[in-house]
């Protein structure tokens, strides 16, 4: 398994709190992503990295942050939370290869 | 955009029946196609890929082929186990952009 880690693995919170959450790899991919699972939704890609300091916007990215200072890590931030950030992230990585990805854990926000 | 077509679910079949679910899409280029399975509580594993048309993908039982003539790609198996049940996405990509998801299929097999 691909070495992928994700903290916190559940997290409540209040509206209007700020939120980080982390995502590290030991693999020394260039390539980590963060989506959301909702219900009915699928997975949905927020924000991806493509080395560190470069980062670009993915489908759902309004109300989110991302920065990559290291390689290995990649950080995701709700600057103010809302409900509508009530979901599951998951944290993906990508290295060599077809562009498969391998995904972490998860880490379930409530956000009430 | 790209997209990518699967029936939700839940589909149930009983221990040892024959499965198909199907997986359509909409892409611009060639790219690669996969599927995935989430069991409960846990993050998405990588079941199979194709990175080209005709191309045949495999593992642990389960098939699927790029078909390029009709943008399928359709995951079968010839004998569900019980263990099998979980949520399978299928999705595309292969570029540096992240992929795109089927909203995932709900499959529960009984004894």
């Known amino acids: 398994d691909a070495g992928i880690t994700q903290s916190p693995r559940h997290k409540v919170t209040e509206t209007g709190t700020p939120v980080t959450l982390r995502c590290h790899q030991t693999?020394?991919?260039?390539?980590m992503y963060w989506y959301r699972q909702d219900p009915g939704h699928g997975l949905r890609l927020i924000h991806y990295s493509y080395g560190v300091k470069d980062t670009d916007k993915g489908e759902v990215s309004d109300g989110y942050s991302v920065s990559r200072s290291k390689t290995e890590d990649f950080l995701l931030t709700l600057e103010s939370a809302t409900s509508s950030q009530t979901s599951v992230y998951f944290c993906?990585?990508?290295?060599?290869?077809?562009?498969?990805?391998?995904f972490g854990p998860g880490t379930r926000l409530t956000v009430l | 955009g790209d997209s990518v077509t699967q029936m939700e679910g839940p589909v149930t079949l009983s221990e040892e029946a024959f499965l198909t679910i199907n997986c359509t899409y909409t892409?611009?280029?060639?790219?690669?196609l996969f599927w995935y399975v989430q069991y409960p509580g846990e993050g998405l594993q990588l079941l199979l890929k194709?990175?080209?048309?005709?191309d045949k993908g495999s593992n642990k039982g389960f098939e699927a082929t790029y078909r390029k003539e009709t943008t399928s790609f359709h995951l079968e198996k010839g004998s569900v186990q019980v263990s099998d049940s979980a949520v399978y996405f299928c999705a595309l990509g292969g570029g540096a952009d992240g992929l795109t998801f089927g909203k995932g299929t709900h499959l529960i097999i009984q004894p």
């Open positions: 194709a990175t080209k048309a005709d």
């Open positions: 993906a990585i990508s290295g060599q290869g077809a562009g498969e990805q391998f």
């Open positions: 892409a611009t280029g060639y790219p690669s």
């Open positions: 693999e020394n991919h260039r390539y």
